[in-house]
């Protein structure tokens, strides 16, 4: 064991991952609860699990909303293909109808059908409303079923924005509940090493059977090896 990590807050590394304190504070709980500890109180030993049992839902919570995340961006983008695809599909009605170079038709396409289609997420919601206003001017000559769905496309695309962005709200806070969780349990991993440590000046392998330091290194063992530098790097 390095002779630092009785003088150093070691557990709370950045190159230490959630999973790799997860499972490092998972296995010091069990033996905590199968092997006699008379170091530590009740109270350390019990708010080891609770600490513990506070991380690990707070893990959960943000798995939850990474879901959400993922799940808001494909309906997002699939809102978006939708839209994207009637515009391009209806360029040929509006065209036939008004005319290529006529105002009516510039409402719509005043940079043609390229400019829908390069539209950032922010820039489309501007583009679709600009021309569901140009269907609702034109519903006459275009038909209502026309506007309908274009109206229709266009709540949809912001609909599935709004809680695209509700979403990133959500993981945000998750991850704040992750971190503050994790600082607690790693500061209170610490206290429990060095009480144990201290009782265990004498008998270095009485100290190796409460804490599995490999299980910190245990996402490192799961990556490839890196390749050795060439020469001259």
């Known amino acids: 064991m390095d002779p630092s990590f009785l003088t150093n807050d070691r557990f709370d590394r950045s190159d230490y991952s959630r999973n790799e304190i997860n499972l490092f ?32 839902s707070a893990l959960g919570v943000q798995a939850t909303t990474i879901g959400q995340q993922v799940g808001g961006t494909l309906t997002r983008q699939q809102a978006g293909d939708a839209a994207r695809a009637f515009i391009s599909q209806q360029e040929g009605l509006v065209r036939a109808k008004f005319g290529k170079a006529s105002a009516p038709y510039l409402e719509f396409y005043p940079q043609g059908i390229s400019e829908y289609q390069r539209a950032t997420v922010e820039g489309l919601r501007a583009l679709l409303e600009r021309y569901a206003t140009a269907a609702t ?80 290194e245990a996402d490192n063992k799961n990556k490839p090896p890196q390749p050795e530098p060439l020469p001259g790097e």
Do not use: I, M
């Not at 199968?34 to 513990?52: I, K, Q, T, Y």
């Open 25 to 56: 504070a998972s296995d010091f709980a069990g033996r905590l609860e199968n092997l006699p500890n008379p170091v530590l109180s009740p109270d350390d030993r019990a708010l080891v699990r609770s600490l513990l049992t506070a991380f690990q």
């Open 137 to 216: 001017n034109h519903s006459q000559q275009l038909g209502e079923s026309f506007k309908s769905e274009v109206l229709a496309l266009k709540q949809q695309y912001n609909d599935a924005r709004d809680s695209q962005t509700a979403a990133l709200g959500t993981h945000d806070a998750s991850s704040d509940q992750v971190n503050a969780a994790r600082k607690a349990l790693t500061v209170h991993l610490t206290r429990c090493l060095l009480l144990t440590a201290a009782a265990c000046v004498d008998d270095p392998e009485a100290f190796s059977r409460w804490f599995n330091f490999g299980l910190l």
